[in-house]
């Protein structure tokens, strides 16, 4: 089992920046991608960002530029720093990481970041 709890949501102006964090526990030895997720009120889950366990990288399109991903693998913690955020960015964060050996998902519960216009 691997257990994710997400920080760092909160409330910012547009232009703002936050940084999230996600704190793994459990089989981290078995973790291989992380990555984080949104879904805003209505519609799908939609990827943000991944990190391969050896750090390459990937990005949506509408984040590209403004949102970094990355991984402490000595904290067992993930983080999203997102820059120049907008209205749009408004959802809630899940982390997500694939057990290498089961290719089981875990899921952390969210964390809500809101960005006023």
């Known amino acids: 089992q691997v257990q994710l709890v997400e920080y760092g949501g909160g409330l910012v102006q547009a232009g703002g920046s936050l940084t999230l964090s996600c704190a793994a526990s459990?089989?981290?030895?078995?973790?291989?991608?992380m990555g984080w997720y949104r879904q805003a009120p209505g519609k799908q889950r939609e990827l943000v960002a991944r990190?391969?366990?050896?750090?390459?990288?990937n990005y949506a399109d509408s984040v590209k530029g403004r949102f970094t991903i990355s991984r402490d693998n000595t904290e067992n913690t993930l983080y999203l720093q997102m820059n120049s955020l907008k209205p749009e960015d408004t959802a809630v964060y899940y982390c997500?990481?694939?057990?290498?050996?089961?290719?089981?998902?875990?899921w952390g519960r969210g964390t809500q970041v809101t960005v006023s216009s």
């Open positions: 990190i391969a366990s050896g750090g390459s990288t």
């Open positions: 997500n990481a694939d057990d290498r050996q089961t290719k089981f998902i875990y």
């Open positions: 459990g089989i981290i030895f078995r973790i291989n991608a």
